[in-house]
């Protein structure tokens, strides 16, 4: 793995010749060895029709290449960083939330609707973030950024995951999403007044959860 964690919100990673990362520009912070840093227009495996795709769905969160021989120091606004390891699976994270991520992964985007029916579609209205999201696949390691850390919590058959869909960051496996109102949510649990709306994911995965419903 690439990402070596070197307090709760900066990661260090390894640059290897002839391989190369993504990360999001202006997250450098400090690098030792030659390394160089290029703007991606494409922005990963994507290629032009994924540019294209992330632009529309409005994912078009500006990018670095990293290549060379060293080892890169990442950050970006004093915000919590986790690692994740893919082996062979799909993330699904919003855009502005990757730090860092392997140039090896597959990176494209998906329309939220299509998991999640109507209710799906009206995501990105009531939580802030967009309708779609980005996606990255294959064998390698994303470096994700949150307020307030992380938790990781597993998804079952049979038992699914109810969050707070502002304090949603992103989740892997074979999950279904949806999105629907909970009138009176918010002060069951103590929190807020009014109408709320509650994330619930099933299926088999894991999904991150931030400990704040602060938007980056």
């Not at 769905?57 to 500006?62: I, R």
Request: proline fraction near 3%; avoid cysteine; glycine fraction near 18%.
């Amino acid at each position: 793995m690439p990402f070596r964690l070197l307090n709760s919100r900066m990661v260090e990673a390894q640059v290897i010749p002839g391989q190369r990362l993504f990360s999001q520009r202006g997250a450098m912070l400090a690098y030792k060895g030659e390394v160089s840093f290029t703007p991606s227009i494409t922005g990963g495996q994507g290629g032009v029709m994924g540019m294209i795709g992330r632009r529309i769905a409005n994912e078009a969160t500006p990018l670095m290449s990293v290549e060379g021989s060293g080892t890169v120091m990442f950050g970006h606004g004093g915000h919590h960083v986790h690692v994740i390891e893919l082996t062979g699976d799909t993330l699904y994270v919003e855009a502005d939330r990757l730090l860092a991520f392997d140039g090896t992964l597959q990176q494209g985007t998906m329309f939220m609707g299509s998991q999640g029916g109507v209710m799906g579609m009206v995501r990105g209205q009531v939580t802030g973030q967009g309708l779609f999201t980005t996606t990255l696949k294959g064998h390698g390691a994303v470096a994700v950024m949150a307020h307030g850390g992380f938790i990781e919590l597993p998804i079952t058959g049979g038992r699914p995951v109810v969050v707070d869909p502002q304090a949603y960051v992103a989740h892997r496996g074979e999950v279904r999403n949806k999105l629907s109102a909970a009138l009176g949510w918010r002060e069951v649990v103590g929190r807020g007044s009014g109408e709320a709306f509650r994330l619930e994911l099933s299926g088999h995965g894991t999904v991150y959860v931030q400990a704040s419903e602060e938007k980056l």
